[in-house]
Every structure is written in structure tokens, then in C-alpha cells.
């Protein structure tokens, strides 16, 4: 199974290091499990980024630097590049489990997945793990209304990977036209197609770091909102049903856990 991971980046010189090691890293890579395929998308960066790339010198690492339209354009342009059976991104300064593509490719390879998220978390800036939460069953219907916009029920991109028979769908040249909420216009177009199913793990969590594109929540909640359409009674009702099961019942069904005693990964109904 071959792994595409995108970076976009624009002088993260002090942030890359990080990212760059947890996806060359990784244990299923490094056993030859997987193969991988990591591209670099630089926006042409001013500060020292490419002299440190070149550092590392990876033969699965393609680095290319050219100036951009913004980090959803560099994203898209590395995504049509990609080859593998499985997809992701992660920015600069976040980073995923050693073991994440291992836990990845033993769901995937059942063949009943095409989507995937794990557990959401957060690093604080000293890279310790300050937040963990189990998202609840994420509904195909509730994407196109930006129901999943707000904090408690957000897709955590940095955890989330998905299959190149998905993949071959996205419309990115509108993907391109993004400056906050890429990543939501990403997942209406996957619930377009499958489900996005859970997995008690650890994948991979979000950085805080100051002055990130992500704290312009005002912006992001706009470009939601253009590219979805107005929640009915229902759907709203149906998401207060979930956070009120999410919120009192954590250990619910409808997931992906790992039996020891067979020692795999199992879907849970």
C-alpha cells in the first residue's frame, strides 16, 4: 500500500522539521510495510525553508517551490500529483503518530473504508498533547449544511486520510479558490461519496501556534457558509441528538477499535 502525504508550506522553516520527521518516519515506511510519497508544496518561501529541505535529501521527498494563490491552491496542485492508495495532509508544525499509517493501512486494507478519521488532538507549543476527544459517527446528510463547523464536532484534518478511488473525484480546481475552509469544502466532497468512519487511535493532532491561518475562525465560518446551504429542523435536531449521545455516552458503537485478542482492528456496530 503506498502513502501520499501533501505538505503546503510558506516560510515554515521553524515548523517543518517536525512535520517532516513524523511522516518520514514512520514506522509502517521504515518497515517497509507501505511505501510513501511526500510532497513538499512551498510557496516560494523568502526565509530558509528550501536550504533546510534540501537537508534531508529523502528519495521519497519531492520538494517543489513556486509562488501560489494560497495554501488550498499549493494543497490542490500537490494533490493532482499524488499516486497512492491512500491520502493526506498535514501543514507545517503538525505532525502524526510514529504508528499512524501502520493503524491507517490495517483498516484500509479490509477494504471497507475509503475515509477515515481518528482521534482529535491538540499539541501545545512545546509539542505535548494537551487535548484528546473521541469524535462521535460523523452523518454523510449533515455535511452539506456546514453542521460540522464548530469546534466540538470539526473534523480534525491532521487524522483524517482517505483513498485514492475518492481521492480521483475532487473537483480541485474549486478546491484552489479556498483561503480558510478548504478543508470543509474537502469534506463535502468526500461525503459526496462515502462515509467518514472513526477510529479509537491516535493519528496525528493540530499545533497551536500564534498567528495561525486557523484563528481567523470569522473568515472560515464565511466561506462555510458559502459553499453549504441552510440546515433544516431535522438535520439541526439530528445533530443535537448526536452531541447529547457524544457528550454523556463516550463509549458508543459505529467505530473502528482494536481487539487484542485477535490482535486487529475491528469494526464495531
Known amino acids: 500500500m503506498k502513502f501520499s502525504i501533501v505538505t503546503p508550506c510558506y516560510n515554515a522553516a521553524p515548523y517543518l522539521p517536525e512535520t517532516l520527521d513524523s511522516v518520514l518516519n514512520q514506522t509502517a515506511v521504515r518497515s517497509g510495510r507501505v511505501t510513501l510519497e511526500y510532497w513538499l508544496m512551498d510557496g516560494g518561501s523568502t526565509d530558509n525553508t528550501l536550504e ?20 488550498y491552491d499549493a494543497l490542490a496542485q500537490g494533490f493532482a500529483q499524488t499516486s497512492g492508495d491512500v491520502i493526506a495532509y498535514v501543514n507545517a508544525g503538525d505532525f502524526y503518530c510514529p504508528h499512524a499509517f501502520a493503524v491507517v493501512s490495517a483498516i484500509m486494507e479490509t ?25 462521535y459517527p460523523y452523518r454523510r446528510p449533515l455535511f452539506p449544511y456546514g453542521l460540522y463547523n464548530q469546534a466540538w464536532c470539526r473534523v480534525q484534518q491532521e487524522s483524517t486520510f482517505w483513498t485514492q478511488k475518492v481521492h480521483q473525484n475532487l473537483d480541485l480546481e474549486t478546491l484552489k479558490s479556498w483561503q480558510y475552509a478548504g478543508d470543509y469544502f474537502l469534506w463535502c466532497q468526500l461525503a459526496k461519496q462515502t462515509e467518514l468512519q472513526v477510529v479509537r487511535s491516535y493519528l496525528g493532532g493540530f499545533k497551536r501556534q500564534p498567528g495561525q ?52 482492528w475491528c469494526w464495531y456496530k
Open 52 to 71: 533546510l529541505l534540501t537537508e534531508y535529501n529523502h528519495p521519497n521527498l519531492h520538494i517543489h517551490s513556486a509562488k501560489d494563490q494560497g495554501m
Open 111 to 135: 477494504g471497507q473504508v475509503d475515509w477515515l478519521t481518528g482521534y482529535r488532538v491538540i499539541y501545545n507549543q512545546h509539542s505535548q498533547v494537551i487535548q484528546m476527544d473521541l469524535p
Open 213 to 264: 491561518l486557523s484563528e481567523r475562525r470569522d473568515l472560515y465560518h464565511q466561506e462555510v457558509a458559502q459553499m453549504t446551504q441552510p440546515a433544516p429542523l431535522e438535520a439541526k435536531l439530528q445533530q443535537t441528538w448526536d452531541y447529547c449521545r457524544w457528550r454523556w455516552q463516550k463509549n458508543y458503537h459505529r467505530v473502528w477499535r482494536f481487539n487484542s485478542n485477535i490482535d486487529q
